[in-house]
């Protein structure tokens, strides 16, 4: 199990961390969530004792990271897959940590196996593709056959299949009791990974719970009702409003209605003599209920684009009564002017 206590981590004048306090138990997969800058690095780099807390603690089954007997043997982790030597071989790099911990070599064809790569284990890991960094990362996490597993990111760069692997791999390690704790910026795959959710925001934990208590938490259900033409629609948005309903229309022309049981709103549009052309609940998103949850803690905000639309001056028109000039596309470019124009050419050599 891992337990922070009250961690801070302060770089100067900045907090990166403050105050934080969680458990990640064994036999669920938890996820590690928040928007950029928001500490979860430097969390995981306190975990893995990479860096000093300023106060507070973090424990590992009850020591600190630094203080574990044969520490890759009980944690593995991967949080930067590029941190490989280019000219070492994916098999070489592994057989190096593999003898730095006393873990037999045999082991490292285990793990090339179950991550795919003992194909490629004699190339050189500067040849890999983003995902085969991946891959090779998560064959050094796992290479001690630890009980507890961190991972930053770790479907970055695979394609589906790859995804697929990961997301089953995770849910193998909790089912074999392990804790596994995993960070990501990837909403989808959380809901289909993680059991339990950890997240915070400018370095504070905002929420610590299921991802079933999550999503209900910060999400509001609604039902989806589509009619046949606008003053259909026009009937139906004055029923249930007079029935205690919240309306509210959607750019498509559909309704999104809260407040109100799909049943009582089929009965309504029944009353009404509405032909309802859709009628459908709408349970909000891992997404949806994130960035909810985390609107008052993100730091970098994109802005509408001020040159979106902008339309050059028009040129000088054409004396009356001349024809325009054909409009020639604008270009980063200028192109040379026709031969015998161009103002800057030397004179030609006369032939003596």
Known sequence: MIEAIGLTKRYGAKTAVYNLSFQVRPGTVTGFLGPNGSGKSTTMRMILGLDEPTSGQVTIGGHPFRKLPNAPRQVGALLDAKAVH???????????????????????????????LQEVAGKRSKGFSLGMGQRLGIAAALLGDPQVLLFDEPVNGLDPEGILWVRNLMKTLASEGRTVFVSSHLMSEMALTADHLIVIGRGQLLSDMSVKDFISHNSADFARVRTAEAPEREKLTAALTEAGGQVMPEHDGALRITGLPLPRISDLAHESGVRLWELSPHQASLEEAYMRMTQGAVDYRSTADQLHGFEPPAGPSAPMGQPMPPEVPQQNWFAPPPPGQNPYAAPAQKDL
């Not at 790099?93 to 490292?108: D, E, F, K, T, Y």
């Open 86 to 116: 280019g000219g070492r071989s994916a098999r070489s790099h592994l057989l190096s940590l593999a003898q730095l911990s006393g873990i037999p070599a045999r082991r490292v064809d285990e793990v090339l196996s179950v991550v795919g």
